[in-house]
């Protein structure tokens, strides 16, 4: 009752699955060599040399949001103290998403973006930090489009704490604040035995000269600058 068994008829079918299941396979393995080309390519743009002004991207697919004009981003580098540079500067680690985020735009605007731009604090351009960069790409006319924020966010007094390098006027009113703490400090009767106006400010002066020393002292020590020179510029010292 049984049927006979078709040992070519088997070995046909074993012949077709296999090679069904190696066509299948050769499908994958090519689909992650291309993901993989793709993604060597983006590290390499991310990486390199950026002579890219913009790139065409569809604007009725941008999300208005992620938008920003170089000017807004120039206010935030000089308020919190970050430098806007090419990623070829940035030593820290692009993650994962990023990438990912990438590839996804390219595939829906149809193009290979170039000319990455990074907003990070400028420690993460010389070693790695868990602060809060920003990855950009130009658009054209001074627009940038943000791709991708990974890390931490900035200390919530980030911008009290970095306003006294904003410019020189800054500065010195903090110096002439801690200057007048330092006097209140001193007390009465240290240099003479009845205290009088004249003293006070003759202390301060005193005062005044030594933080401005030390102040003066630490910016040329280190190359410092105020905010408005670096927040664009690739030097160290800057």
Request: overall charge positive; some cysteine.
């Amino acid at each position: 009752m049984l049927p006979r068994t078709n040992i070519e008829e088997k070995l046909q079918n074993l012949r077709s699955r296999t090679a069904h299941e190696d066509k299948l396979l050769s499908e994958v393995y090519e689909l992650l060599r291309q993901d993989q080309e793709k993604e060597n390519r983006i590290e390499a743009n991310i990486s390199g040399k950026n002579d890219k002004r913009d790139n065409a991207f569809d604007f009725d697919l941008l999300e208005t949001e992620n938008i920003f004009h170089i000017d807004q981003i120039r206010n935030i580098c000089i308020d919190y103290r970050l430098r806007f540079l090419d990623t070829k500067y940035f030593k820290g680690q692009i993650p994962a998403e990023a990438i990912s985020r990438i590839k996804k735009l390219e595939k829906e605007h149809n193009l290979e973006i170039k000319g990455y731009k990074i907003i990070a604090p400028s420690k993460l351009f010389k070693l790695e930090d868990k602060d809060d960069p920003l990855l950009f790409a130009p658009i054209g006319n001074g627009y940038y489009y943000l791709i991708h924020k990974w890390g931490n966010d900035l200390h919530p007094l980030r911008k009290a704490l970095v306003w006294p390098f904003r410019n020189i006027i800054n500065l010195t009113a903090l110096v002439v604040l801690i200057s007048y703490l330092a006097t209140l400090l001193v007390p009465e009767g240290l240099f003479s035995k009845s205290s009088s106006t004249a003293e006070f400010w003759i202390i301060f002066f005193f005062m005044f000269k030594s933080v401005a020393a030390v102040v003066i002292f630490y910016g040329f020590a280190l190359g410092k600058n105020f905010n408005p020179a670096i927040w664009n510029s690739r030097y160290f010292n800057a």
